[in-house]
């Protein structure tokens, strides 16, 4: 199989830049070929909390959070390793395409697209990251679902409308209480009218921001069809 631009990339920088893969330690590869192919070979399945928040949709993960997914998850968001963004993305559109069984459908001339809503990072965590790390998964998993030929894009429409506490060490009910209203769509709700709305982010545990995000759309005359993530806690 031929090697696309960016993979051959990473491996130049592999060698020229030799460190351990993220997700289990292993020298020579920011990601090391095993773990490379348990994100781009995601199995994705339903995902519901326990309990979940009123108006959550229905969310598909492509994977569970643990072990060398969490790993590669935190690499990216926290520490800036923003080359794992292709692979993380790829798991995201085997979620997406999961969510949405119209995806795997032949395209017609007629076909609406596919409109990948990401959750919003709040201004200080994108200044304080250098990036949106939702977003650039958005961004990855849309390039992914296009060179299948499903016509996907990227509408960042959400934003936060009152500041929010760290959500970590937060449980349920106190995390619905801490996003309830925070969040409000500020562009693109004309353009989202116009497809099918599918909600991502890059992890899944009470539901509550998806809940929040959906809510937001909702209230804006957007219909979400469902959410994806990478992985479910």
Known sequence: MERS??????????????????GCGSPNAQLCPPC??????AD????????????????????????????ALLAHKERGALRLAPPLGRALA????????????????DTPPLLLVP??????ATRARG????????????????ARGVPARVVPALRHARAVADQAGLDAAARRRNLAGALRVTRGSAVLRTGHVVV?????????????????????????LAAAVVAAA
Not at 36 to 41: I, Y
Not at 94 to 109: D, K
Not at 131 to 146: E, I, K
């Open 36 to 41: 490379r192919a348990l994100l781009e070979d």
């Open 131 to 146: 990036h949106d790390p939702t977003v650039r998964l958005a961004r990855a998993a849309t390039a992914a679902l296009r």
């Open 200 to 224: 991502v982010d890059d992890l899944v545990t009470t539901g509550a921001s998806l809940a929040e995000a959906t809510r937001a759309l909702s209230e804006s005359g957007v219909d979400v």
């Open 119 to 124: 959750m919003p990072s709040t201004a200080s």
């Open 94 to 109: 085997r979620a997406v395409h999961a969510a949405v069984p119209l995806a795997s459908a032949p395209r017609r001339r």
């Open 44 to 71: 994705p399945s339903l995902a519901r909390p326990g309990h979940p928040p009123p108006g959550l949709p229905e969310i598909y993960a492509a994977l569970p959070y643990g072990g060398a997914v969490r790993q």
């Open 5 to 22: 631009p960016i993979r051959a990339l990473d491996a130049v920088l592999d060698l020229l830049l030799p460190t351990v893969c993220v």
